[in-house]
Nanobody, 117 residues
Framework: QVQLVESGGGLVQAGGSLRLSCAAS????????MAWYRQAPGKQRELVAE??????????HYADFVRGRFTISRDNGKNTVYLQMNSLKREDTAVYYC????????WGQGTQVTVSS
């Protein structure tokens, strides 16, 4: 079992920044890919960014709509993955979810990000 707990969401003006955190606990040794997804009202959940383990090269992948603005990183010592979000736009408003697949799909509870104009 893996537990994922997100934090760091909130209300920010367009052009501002937020940093989301996702703390993983439980049976986490060996977890490879960790990712951030988001879901806006009335829309499907979509991948924002993902990162592999250091052992797998720490490779990152970004959705086109955030590339150059968002940065995903992970601190293995703290079992935490981060999403630094800069130059936020109104269309980034969504609930952001942390995700990993470690035998099963695991999701966090989500954290709301609201970007105002």
């Amino acid at each position: 079992q893996v537990q994922l707990v997100e934090s760091g969401g909130g209300l920010v003006q367009a052009g501002g920044s937020l940093r989301l955190s996702c703390a993983a606990s439980g049976t986490i040794a060996g977890i490879n890919v960790m990712a951030w997804y988001r879901q806006a009202p009335g829309k499907q959940r979509e991948l924002v960014a993902e990162i592999t383990s250091i052992r797998s090269g720490g490779n990152t992948h970004y959705a086109d709509f955030v590339r150059g603005r968002f940065t995903i990183s992970r601190d293995n010592g703290k079992n935490t993955v981060y999403l630094q979000m800069n130059s936020l736009k109104r269309e980034d408003t969504a609930v952001y979810y942390c995700y990993t697949n470690f035998g099963d799909d695991y999701w966090g509870q989500g954290t709301q990000v609201t970007v105002s104009s």
